[in-house]
């Protein structure tokens, strides 16, 4: 028991020594944007005060509570400093729902602000900030959320049960825990509303509507539809959502407008949908799905066995 306590004892201090030179280096760079950008913005009147907001968003508030845990840390009072912490957790998850916006404005303002545009070369080329720009320097909140989650867990494996710290640590990991969360399904929403887009813009006509609230992007691709009667095999392009499949065909290459876009050849609902593997004499190179719909059944081939196997789970999992 004693060594084992030794043992937790050498890795929690390891960790709260790397935690805290590592929160040095995280203030410094937060200083940067905020002495060589935000202060001086605020006092030359470059940038509107609403404009200045919803580019830095909520950062000087950020850089009070890593100050004050810096001070907690610095005298070794981790628990105490972690509770403390804990409470403006929030501003995290706020920037990051702001910081879409945030590099939109800035991007609007280099386009069309010349002197800001000036004024942030000049600020880039001194020394403190080593090459960086103010764009590499935007989302360090975010990646220093990413680590406090890995500080703070490794923190309370390392820390004895059976003390008080161990009940603050408990919580602190729980805390950033459910902030992560919330920062990742921002960023899981996003990128989803990213894919719908480019599916929409992929395909001929505004007919078939990919946008709609609640739907999920989960995969593509080229798939053969066996024909029921003896017919050729047809080469279609399959977008899988949450809620429909959707089957298009390459339009005409000398197309004047659309030759690099596809046809919808037909949307198929989910909810009524059944998944079937046949595989037959095709399971050495490949292997074959049947779809059972109201009205229709579609079956889909492909001569890569791993394809249709990653096929039939996504199509299960949507359906289910």
């Not at 810096?70 to 981790?78: A, Q, T, V």
């Not at 400093?81 to 910081?99: P, V």
């Not at 080329?125 to 935007?138: A, H, N, S, V």
């Not at 949908?273 to 037959?280: A, E, P």
Request: glycine content about 4%; hydrophobic content about 35%; proline content about 4%.
């Amino acid at each position: 028991v004693e060594d084992q306590r030794a043992r937790w004892e050498r890795k929690r201090s390891r960790t709260a020594k790397e935690l805290l030179e590592t929160e040095h280096k995280y203030l410094e760079q937060l200083d940067l944007v905020l002495t060589y950008f935000v202060t001086i913005l605020k006092a030359k009147g470059t940038l509107k005060p609403a404009v200045l907001e919803t580019i830095f968003g909520p950062l000087e508030s950020l850089y009070s509570a890593s100050h004050v845990l810096l001070l907690h840390l610095e005298k070794g009072n981790l628990g105490p400093g972690l509770e403390n912490f804990c409470q403006s957790l929030d501003l995290y998850g706020h920037y990051a729902e702001n910081l879409e916006h945030a590099n939109k404005t800035l991007k609007e303002q280099l386009r069309k602000n010349k002197s800001f545009r000036r004024f942030k070369k000049l600020q880039e080329t001194r020394p403190q900030f080593q090459g960086k720009e103010l764009e590499d320097l935007l989302p360090l909140p975010l990646q220093r959320l990413h680590q406090y989650k890995h500080f703070f867990r490794d923190l309370l494996e390392n820390t004895s049960p059976d003390t008080a710290e161990y009940q603050k640590l408990a919580k602190a990991v729980k805390s950033v825990s459910e902030v992560s969360q919330w920062v990742q399904d921002i960023f899981d929403k996003r990128e989803n509303s990213l894919q719908l887009l480019r599916v929409q813009k992929l395909l001929k006509g505004q007919k078939t509507q990919i946008l709609t609230p609640g739907r999920w992007y989960i995969r593509e691709g080229w798939l053969l539809v066996v024909p029921s009667k003896g017919e050729e095999l047809k080469r279609r392009m399959f977008f899988l959502f949450s809620d429909i499949l959707i089957a298009a065909k390459p339009c005409h290459p000398l197309h004047p407008l659309n030759s690099n876009k596809l046809s919808c050849q037909a949307v198929y609902p989910l909810h009524q949908c059944s998944v079937d593997k046949v595989f037959g004499h095709t399971q050495s190179q490949g292997g074959l799905l049947s779809l059972s719909f109201p009205h229709k059944t579609l079956l889909l081939m492909s001569s890569n066995q791993q394809e249709i196997h990653d096929w039939y789970r996504s199509l299960t999992a949507a359906v289910r």
